[in-house]
């Protein structure tokens, strides 16, 4: 009874072994073939990026060394600020690398998903609607990267540039793709964040106007005071470090203004970026010197006295809020009571 009961059981269990191995021996290729593609695929992947990220930062090291190389020239110094194009070339590297390796990873995750027979179709849905909430959220970070990786690829400004940035200005220190750190006058520092940043005056690019407004009586001699101010640029131009700051000749435009006690020359040289205020506070002490050395005086905004006349309003006292019976200060004054006899 028992052996009779137990042969279809038997029976049973070795038909669904037979039946499990024959699946499996029917999918195995399949799988065999599945899993060497997936091998081959995330090996390929692996290598490429490798590759990519290995090309990108000897590109990186070489445009640095090409800057150290420009900067130990003699105009290096002038032309090239190795920190800056360090930075900006790093944050480029950076940029590149990322961006590389999520293509390659990403089109390698894709493609073994679609080894694995799963449908892309609804992960690409969620994916897009994930990402679009993301980016919804995150809105202000993503401003801030795509701006900062425009300033850089475009090279807006760089460390040591002396930017106005509108809500903030000053000498910059670093360059990141999401925050500016700016030094200002005070010694102040300043994050800046890349997307709230509308309007960029860089102070420091291609050349620096240096400008001084010498203001002289009316009576002096124009002609002499151009022949001073010109001999003083040229002594500044020949005196150090001033002679590599200048970038052209110290010359007097003309009259900006003409008054009844003064007149005002304007004086203005082609100057390094970021030098012209260096170079307009020496020569306004030269030019100052060359003229107190002639005689020449530089007229205030409020001319002086001539000398030998009396200065009328010297005795005249302020005119007092008492002297005005109909003030609030008149009405409420005591009065003075005569005394009694």
Excluded at 140 to 169: C, H, K, P, R, W
Excluded at 225 to 231: G, K, Q, T, Y
């Amino acid at each position: 009874m028992l052996s009779s009961a137990a042969a279809p059981h038997t029976s049973a269990s070795a038909a669904e072994a037979f039946a499990a191995a024959g699946w499996i021996h029917r999918n195995w290729e399949n799988w065999t073939a599945a899993g060497l593609r997936i091998v081959l695929i995330l090996a390929i992947a692996v290598v490429l990026r490798t590759l990519v990220r290995r090309m990108l930062t000897r590109l990186i090291q070489r445009m640095n060394r090409t800057a150290e190389a420009v900067e130990d020239t003699a105009l290096g110094g002038f032309l090239v600020n190795a920190e800056r194009r360090r930075q900006r070339s790093e944050a480029i590297g950076s940029v590149l690398r990322s961006v590389a390796s999520f293509m390659i990873l990403g089109t390698a995750f894709l493609m073994v998903l679609s080894q694995l027979k799963i449908d892309l179709a609804p992960l690409l849905a969620s994916a897009g609607v994930a990402g679009v909430a993301i980016g919804f959220g995150a809105r202000n970070l993503v401003t801030d990267f795509l701006s900062g990786v425009f300033m850089i690829v475009e090279d807006q400004y760089g460390v040591g540039d002396t930017i106005d940035a509108g809500v903030a200005s000053g000498e910059v220190v670093e360059v990141g793709l999401r925050v500016t750190k700016l030094r200002g006058d005070n010694g102040e520092v300043w994050y800046v964040r890349n997307g709230e940043v509308k309007r960029i005056g860089n102070l420091s690019q291609g050349w620096s106007t240096a400008c001084v407004d010498v203001q002289i009586r009316h009576d002096a001699d124009l002609d002499r005071v151009r022949r001073l101010i010109a001999e003083t640029g040229e002594e500044l131009a020949k005196t150090e470090p001033f002679a590599e700051q200048l970038w052209g000749p110290v010359e007097v435009l003309g009259l900006s203004e003409v008054t009844l006690e003064s007149v005002v020359l304007r004086v203005q040289a082609k100057t390094m970026p970021g030098k012209a205020v260096d170079v307009e506070r020496e020569l306004r002490w030269r030019i100052k010197r060359s003229l107190d050395a002639v005689g020449i005086r530089m007229q205030a905004s409020v001319p002086a006295p001539a000398a030998g006349t009396e200065d009328l309003t010297a005795t005249v006292a302020p005119p007092s809020a008492l002297a005005n019976p109909a003030s609030p200060q008149s009405s409420v004054a005591s009065p003075i009571v005569p005394p009694k006899g």
